[in-house]
């Protein structure tokens, strides 16, 4: 089944105390991205990636780190989480063209995290 | 940046009426997409708008992507219960490769 897998799926931590959360997608993906979901704030991308190797910022990436070294895995990195940082977090992938830009996600599951 | 706002944020109709949603860009987006979360869950690709005045269908829903590619609209014909969640707009500006959400419309429907 084609799919995009966040693990874990519910996290509590500790301010200050690292974490990553993985993702990845069985469909040969170019693109994927991370994108954090708050009350009355929508959808927010942090990073995005068009390709193993090559990450870019999003609106928000204040406080994250990604990487991309394999084309399936793009996992989600809190060097140092803080309050500010609990929220529902997604990964999604999707098929990139240069002229055509990014077609339609899919979603991950959510990682809902919270940080006390 | 790149701004995309969604109205209304909220809308309660009942079973059987119509509702719509209205997204706009300020800036000129090269494709519009439409997303549908059911609460608990994650979005859910709906559609891909790409041409200007573009018109698309899908059962009862109708997509529509304005002349200027600055605004788009979703409308729902006769809303039914397993309408219920938040619709999101996201558009990519031109030779962009950022995809920004609108803040969503959350439906609920009265049986």
């Known amino acids: 089944e084609a799919q995009v897998t966040q693990n874990p799926r519910y996290l509590i931590t500790v301010t200050g105390k690292k974490l990553t959360v993985t993702c990845s997608q069985n469909?040969?993906?170019?693109?994927m991205s991370w994108y954090r979901q708050d009350p009355g704030l929508g959808l927010r991308q942090i990073y995005y990636s068009m390709n193993v190797e090559v990450t870019d910022k999003g609106d928000v990436p204040e406080g994250y780190k990604v990487s991309r070294k394999e084309k399936r895995n793009f996992p989600l990195i809190l060097e140092s989480p803080s309050p500010n940082q609990t929220s529902l977090y997604f990964c999604?992938?999707?098929?990139?063209?240069?002229?055509?830009?990014?077609?339609?996600?899919?979603f991950g599951s959510g990682t809902r995290l919270t940080v006390v | 940046g790149q701004q995309v706002m969604q109205i209304p944020q909220y809308q309660h109709v009942q079973e059987g009426e119509d509702f719509t949603t209205y997204c706009n860009s300020s800036t000129t987006l090269s494709n519009i997409q439409w997303y549908k979360q059911r609460p608990g869950g994650h979005p859910v690709f709906l559609i891909q708008?790409?041409?200007?005045?573009e018109v698309k269908k899908q059962k009862r829903l109708t997509f529509q992507f304005g002349e200027a590619k600055k605004n788009s609209s979703l409308h729902i014909t006769a809303t039914q219960t397993t309408d219920v969640g938040t619709y999101f707009c996201?558009?990519?500006?031109?030779?962009?490769?950022?995809?920004?959400f609108g803040g969503g419309t959350r439906l609920m429907v009265k049986p």
């Open positions: 999604a992938s999707s098929l990139f063209s240069g002229t055509g830009g990014v077609y339609g996600y899919t």
């Open positions: 996201a558009g990519r500006e031109n030779a962009g490769n950022m995809l920004t």
């Open positions: 708008l790409v041409k200007s005045g």
């Open positions: 469909m040969n993906h170019e693109y």
